[in-house]
């Protein structure tokens, strides 16, 4: 089965003129767009800022570093990953607007939840909701956003919407730890109604409560647009049976989406978790130092990067090269490689230095260039659902396998802690470029399925 049997030949191109006239104005467009990449900004600092509080949680609660790697693994990771096949149901059949506005204010309450707790088991769960809510945003954003643009615009929309990632991420690391210290300086604080609270407490709610604003200001901003489907589209939503085969049908294709991100992503998520650590314990850098150049790092070369990886892909579609999406993310995958593997594993500062700085243009940064090549693989009716698929496939692989590789390489195949440079670099030579020959393979599957 391919995409092009989805449409009987005649319907096609009549298809095309009514779904490009029924699409809101482009000014409308990209502030939608631009909206929903603050959102994610604002979803990653909520996620990320967990990282920046090891110590007084673990003080307070009296956890060890397994149970702490549970709150920022199982407990996020795994419920945003088992979230999604639902969520990805509820985004083909009911109001993307809605599901999004759900998930906003669900993870906003309960991060500021995480102020409330006092034992492992009540931040966990906590944590859990958080996981939830998160998971109802990219699978939501990524159908509103494909029905708003043509295809050829697509990947640049949905890179600006993934810049959300580096924002978040850099922001996190610049401003929260500047918030996390500035609290922690004026120390344990009596709220009303919720009483005597904690630094790190005080932290949860200050940057969780802000996100009901962004709730708020999402039911004015965001319209649901018409979804564009064919009229036995319409006639006919399909089971998730239905859509697990049709993505099983495709697997070709589908697979080198999905292992060519997740391949990437865990040398992604193994730098954000390791190159503070490599900072400090080689350079010298104290954590906070450390936080602000990467953070600075993330937010010039991440936000340059995601946007130039859109571009990119759009031009080469203009040009006529349809598999210019995976064109772009291949190239990524090795240029992430390089930079990672010779800026760890560099004993110069002069070499390191720029060259991880230069490797955070690549971290991640294509998710919104894959995910415009996912839209267009995937009939608008299963989008939700075959993209929160990839999105938990992606952060599985990259959350739960990237940090633990590079720590179990340091710790039982060097035995030293000052090696994590030379760990970080095995893993970027690796798996980035596993990445790349994913994509590769997965060039063909695509191009047959789109051309019919």
Request: hydrophobic fraction near 50%; aromatic fraction near 12%.
């Amino acid at each position: 089965m391919t995409i092009a049997t989805e449409l009987p030949p005649e319907a096609v191109e009549p298809e095309v003129v009514i779904a490009d006239a029924a699409r809101p104005s482009l000014l409308y467009s990209w502030l939608v767009v631009g909206f929903l990449m603050v959102l994610y900004t604002s979803s990653f600092i909520d996620r990320q800022i967990l990282a920046l509080l090891v110590k007084p949680i673990r003080s307070d609660l009296k956890i060890d570093d397994f149970e702490y790697g549970l709150l920022t693994g199982l407990a996020f990771v795994g419920i945003y990953s088992l979230a999604g096949l639902p969520i990805g149901v509820l985004v083909d059949r009911w109001s993307r607007k809605g599901v999004i506005l759900v998930g906003v204010t669900a993870w906003s309450l309960m991060t500021a939840a995480c102020g409330l707790t006092n034992s492992f088991g009540s931040l966990f769960a906590t944590r859990i909701g958080v996981g939830i809510g998160e998971a109802t945003l990219s699978p939501a954003s990524y159908s509103l956003i494909s029905d708003l643009f043509p295809k050829d615009k697509l990947g640049r929309a949905l890179s600006l919407y993934g810049l959300g990632i580096p924002l978040g991420s850099g922001l996190a690391l610049v401003i929260g730890g500047q918030v996390v210290a500035s609290i922690a300086q004026i120390g344990s604080i009596d709220l009303p109604i919720v009483g005597l609270t904690r630094p790190w407490q005080a932290v949860f709610m200050a940057i969780g409560l802000p996100g009901l604003i962004l709730a708020l200001l999402a039911i004015f901003v965001v319209k649901e647009p018409k979804r564009h489907k064919s009229q036995a589209e319409i006639d006919s939503q399909p089971t998730i049976g239905e859509a697990l085969s049709f993505f099983w049908q495709n697997i070709g294709a589908y697979a080198g989406l999905f292992m060519g991100m997740g391949l990437l992503a865990m040398y992604g998520y193994g730098c954000v978790a390791w190159y503070p650590t490599l900072l400090e314990r080689v350079y010298g850098f104290t954590i906070r130092d450390a936080g602000l150049f990467l953070g600075i790092s993330t937010l010039i070369f991440g936000g340059g990067g995601g946007l130039l990886a859109g571009w990119m892909a759009d031009r080469l579609l203009a040009r006529g090269r349809p598999d210019g999406h995976y064109l772009v993310s291949i190239g990524y995958c090795l240029g992430f490689a390089i930079t990672g593997a010779v800026g760890s594993a560099s004993a110069s500062p002069y070499v390191c230095f720029p060259l991880i700085a230069l490797s955070l243009a690549f971290s991640n940064t294509i998710i919104g260039v894959v995910a415009a090549a996912l839209q267009i693989l995937t009939p608008p009716r299963m989008r939700g659902l075959i993209s929160s698929l990839f999105l938990a496939m992606a952060a599985f692989i990259g959350f739960a396998f990237g940090p633990s590789a590079i720590g179990f390489i340091t710790s039982h195949i060097f035995h030293d802690d000052q090696m994590v440079g030379y760990s970080l670099a095995i893993v970027a030579a690796i798996f980035p470029t596993l990445g790349a020959v994913a994509f590769w393979l997965g060039r063909k599957p695509f191009l047959e399925q789109t051309r019919g």
